[in-house]
């Protein structure tokens, strides 16, 4: 049986750590920044951790 192929726009939105973990890129903060405050922009900065429940989801992906 051939190997699974690595959803691809999957593997460009999410990335597994070291330590295993699946991180994804937070919401809200790609368009219509006028309007958002400082404070809430800088919050949105950096990765965060996939929920478990979405995790068992991305691994049939391949991710």
Not at 14 to 43: C, D
């Amino acid at each position: 049986m051939p190997k699974m192929k690595t959803h691809r726009g999957a593997a460009k939105r999410f990335r597994r750590t070291g330590t295993g973990k699946l991180m994804r890129r937070q919401a809200n903060k790609n368009h219509i920044m006028e309007k958002k405050s400082p404070k809430r922009v800088r919050q949105l900065r950096g990765d965060t951790a996939v929920s478990s429940a979405d995790e068992r989801n991305l691994r049939d992906l391949g991710v």
